[in-house]
């Protein structure tokens, strides 16, 4: 995931998982596994996205970088869009991720649930 954090930017990797609608992500595997709690979570029901696709050379040179954009509150409670760029090992992963994630966007927008409206 490519974040800017105290105005340094850089590439972290994590390990990614969807559930429940979400983007759930934690430092390693055996996180998710034990049941820790994830360190980001990307509610998907908020995505504004069409769907996610693949990052142009222009906005992103890494190859097999994938992007969102969500809507969230902030801590004054104004919305705010935010771009996610993720990328993924191969292109394999990328594929797969993009179709896993589509269907996802594609069943929240066909199942609304108002519990998950900002």
């Known amino acids: 995931m490519y974040e800017c954090i105290d105005g ?13 609608g979400s983007l759930k992500f934690w430092k390693h595997p055996n996180e998710e596994e034990t049941e820790k709690d994830p360190i980001a979570i990307v509610d998907l029901s908020q995505c504004v ?18 992007f969102i ?6 801590e004054s409670n104004r919305l705010a869009l935010k771009r996610f760029l993720l990328a993924a090992d191969s ?8 179709r ?3 269907e996802t ?8 649930s108002d519990s ?3």
């Open 105 to 112: 966007l594609r069943s929240l927008r066909f199942w609304p």
């Open 49 to 66: 996205s069409e769907r996610m696709e693949l990052a142009s050379k222009e906005e992103c040179p890494r190859l097999r970088t994938l």
């Open 116 to 118: 998950n409206r900002i």
């Open 8 to 20: 340094h930017q850089s590439w972290s990797r994590y390990w990614c998982a969807i559930s429940n």
């Open 100 to 102: 896993v994630t589509n």
């Open 91 to 98: 292109k394999d992963d990328c594929l797969e991720w993009m």
């Open 69 to 74: 954009d969500v809507v969230h509150k902030r």
